[in-house]
């Protein structure tokens, strides 16, 4: 079920997506190129089929979460870009691909990054893309903007880059990870039901308890992978955690006890859907395909 929920997705995104990157001026073509180099190639799409697959469970028209949609997979893009940037995490390859900076340049890079992180903002204020109500497209632009920044992935990245090297316990781990990789899948989520036009308070607790257990299993599962995969089927460099000497959930608990770690959070998720029907479904085998993907 879920690669044809996936592919069904990733086709609707992707065509909205396509209609961003027409360039404006040519002198701009080679910054709307690293653009779009960045984000229309490759990429699993979780981050959007969480947007779709959380307005779906209220019974909302997925049509109504392309914008959402949208702006986290190109929020993600961004960060993509950023943190394989020589400064950052140095790496090369990216979805199987040289890395934005490798294909073009560095300062190239940089400035596509700020674009798409730009234009996530343009997206989803957009009615054209996303059709809610001024006061809920505010809300979703403030849940973004939150996850995205020093309280979300930002912060994230910068505990991140100062914990290289040092012994991290497990809490502070998962602070690390809540905000880097967590904070955008808990967004997807809430923007999804948010684009529902249909969301309360008691499903989007129900919604958060869920995309905190799978945001920080996509983690967990990522550190596994880091050790059991291989670059060609990563798409990009195996085994850097270990090389940087970078606090991981393996290295902290153990590989076994890792995938423990790893199935208990699942649990968690699907625990917090029972109170939704079958129109949840695609939230219940997202949370399992996250930890089981081998990529």
Same mark, same amino acid.
């Given at each position: 079920?879920?690669?044809?929920?996936?592919?069904?997705?990733?086709?609707?995104?992707?065509?909205?997506?396509?209609?961003?990157?027409?360039?404006?001026?040519?002198?701009?073509?080679?910054?709307?190129?690293?653009?779009?180099?960045?984000?229309?190639?490759?990429?699993?799409?979780?981050?959007?089929?969480?947007?779709?697959?959380?307005?779906?469970?209220?019974?909302?028209?997925?049509?109504?979460?392309?914008?959402?949609?949208?702006?986290?997979?190109?929020?993600?893009?961004?960060?993509?870009?950023?943190?394989?940037?020589?400064?950052?995490?140095?790496?090369?390859?990216?979805?199987?691909?040289?890395?934005?900076?490798?294909?073009?340049?560095?300062?190239?890079?940089?400035?596509?990054?700020?674009?798409?992180?730009?234009?996530?903002?343009?997206?989803?204020?957009?009615?054209?893309?996303?059709?809610?109500?001024?006061? /809920?497209?505010?809300?979703?632009?403030?849940?973004?903007?939150?996850? *995205?920044?020093? @309280?979300?992935? &930002?912060?994230? $990245? !910068? +505990?991140?880059?100062?914990?290289?090297?040092?012994?991290?316990?497990?809490?502070?781990?998962?602070?690390?990870?809540?905000?880097?990789?967590?904070?955008?899948?808990?967004?997807?989520?809430? /923007?999804?039901?948010?684009?529902?036009?249909?969301?309360?308070?008691? *499903?989007?607790? @129900?919604?958060? &308890?869920?995309? $905190? !257990? +799978?945001?920080?299993?996509?983690?967990?599962?990522?550190?596994?992978?880091?050790?059991?995969?291989?670059?060609?089927?990563?798409?990009?460099?195996?085994?850097?955690?270990?090389?940087?000497?970078?606090?991981?959930?393996?290295?902290?608990?153990?590989?076994?006890? *890792?995938?423990?770690?790893?199935?208990?959070?699942?649990?968690?998720?699907?625990?917090?859907?029972?109170?939704?029907?079958?129109?949840?479904?695609?939230?219940?085998?997202?949370?399992?395909?996250?930890?089981?993907?081998?990529?």
């Amino acid at each position: 079920m879920i690669a044809t929920y996936q592919a069904r997705c990733q086709q609707r995104v992707n065509a909205t997506l396509n209609q961003l990157f027409d360039t404006p001026r040519p002198e701009l073509a080679r910054l709307y190129q690293a653009m779009r180099y960045s984000v229309v190639d490759g990429g699993k799409r979780v981050r959007p089929l969480l947007v779709y697959g959380a307005c779906e469970a209220l019974d909302g028209d997925p049509a109504q979460a392309n914008g959402a949609a949208c702006a986290v997979e190109l929020i993600h893009a961004y960060s993509l870009v950023h943190d394989d940037l020589p400064a950052m995490d140095d790496d090369d390859l990216r979805r199987g691909q040289p890395s934005t900076h490798k294909a073009f340049d560095e300062a190239c890079a940089i400035l596509a990054g700020d674009g798409l992180q730009s234009l996530a903002f343009e997206v989803l204020s957009d009615v054209r893309y996303t059709p809610q109500t001024a006061e /809920l497209r505010l809300q979703m632009v403030a849940s973004l903007a939150r996850a *995205a920044g020093p @309280a979300g992935m &930002v912060g994230g $990245q !910068a +505990i991140d880059l100062g914990s290289v090297g040092i012994a991290l316990d497990q809490a502070a781990l998962e602070i690390m990870h809540r905000h880097k990789t967590g904070a955008l899948i808990e967004a997807s989520v809430r /923007l999804g039901a948010l684009a529902s036009g249909r969301a309360d308070e008691r *499903a989007l607790h @129900a919604l958060h &308890v869920y995309a $905190q !257990a +799978i945001g920080l299993a996509f983690q967990v599962q990522d550190d596994i992978l880091d050790i059991e995969s291989d670059t060609a089927t990563l798409g990009k460099t195996q085994g850097k955690d270990n090389a940087h000497n970078k606090p991981t959930y393996p290295t902290l608990l153990g590989l076994d006890a *890792a995938k423990a770690y790893a199935r208990q959070l699942h649990d968690q998720a699907l625990d917090a859907l029972q109170p939704f029907a079958l129109t949840a479904e695609p939230l219940r085998e997202l949370a399992r395909y996250i930890v089981e993907r081998r990529y």
